[in-house]
């Protein structure tokens, strides 16, 4: 069953924006993981939060997590071309299974 | 570079053949997965194997068959596969699956084709 959802399916930003994406999930986790995708290639792990931690800083990314809401958000500052890709949220439980959702398109425009 | 290799990148085969995907990873990680990733479908976890044991199978079907001879490698078996089965096929490897604790390294994946 689909465990992670993002919000929005797609975003489609100008360079030096900032970008929001949004993940809600359905049942208690361990730890909750954020990758990026580029087009055909596998997924790169960008940020691990756990599910006793808040918010997570890693350069221009900041990754929130509210377990009473059962929500995370990622927030990429001063985006750049380069950062185009899909995004995804993965929910962590016991017994090493990490549950995606479908992800987020981003596009950052020059 | 993620320190996870897979070959081949592409792969186009006919429903009666046999062909084996092939992951290794360079990491020292136990533990190591197969995942499908279709168009418009979330990545789905086919495969885990933890100190060679398999330890999940997700429902898959017996068409698919895995191989993990040793902590660093590990094969996909395929045979008299569907149209369906078309998709990215990702390998992974982490420290260990205990608690999840620890992030995976994804290799480049191999683009799969039936016809």
């Known amino acids: 069953s689909q465990q992670g959802e993002e919000d929005p399916q797609a975003l489609s930003i100008q360079e030096g924006e900032n970008a929001t994406m949004n993940c809600s999930y359905k049942?208690?986790?361990?730890?909750l993981q954020w990758y990026r995708q580029n087009s055909g290639r596998g997924l790169v792990h960008l940020i691990l939060?756990?599910?006793?931690?808040r918010e997570k800083h890693s350069g221009r990314l900041r990754v929130t997590l509210d377990t009473s809401k059962k929500s995370s958000s990622l927030l990429i500052t001063a985006s750049r071309a380069a950062d185009t890709a899909s995004y995804f949220c993965?929910?962590?439980?016991?017994?090493?299974?990490?549950?995606f959702g479908q992800g987020t398109e981003l596009s950052v425009k020059p | 570079e993620t320190g996870v290799t897979q070959t081949p990148r592409h792969l186009v085969m006919g429903m009666t053949n046999k062909k084996s995907l092939k992951c290794e990873q360079h990491?020292?990680?136990?533990?190591m997965y197969w995942y499908k990733q279709s168009a418009k479908k979330p990545l789905e976890l086919m495969f885990v194997?933890?100190?060679?044991?398999?330890?999940e199978n997700n429902s898959v079907p017996s068409r698919f068959s895995p191989e993990c001879p040793n902590s660093s490698h590990l094969f996909l078996h395929l045979h008299t596969l569907q149209p369906e089965d078309s998709a990215l096929y990702l390998c992974?490897?982490?420290?260990?699956?205990?608690?999840?604790?620890?992030?995976?390294?994804f290799g480049p994946g191999t683009r799969l084709t039936v016809t």
């Open positions: 939060i756990r599910s006793n931690e």
């Open positions: 990491l020292g990680h136990n533990a």
């Open positions: 049942t208690s986790i361990n730890n």
């Open positions: 194997y933890n100190f060679k044991e398999q330890t």
């Open positions: 993965a929910t962590a439980n016991q017994g090493g299974k990490l549950i």
């Open positions: 992974a490897s982490s420290q260990e699956t205990r608690d999840s604790r620890h992030e995976q390294y």
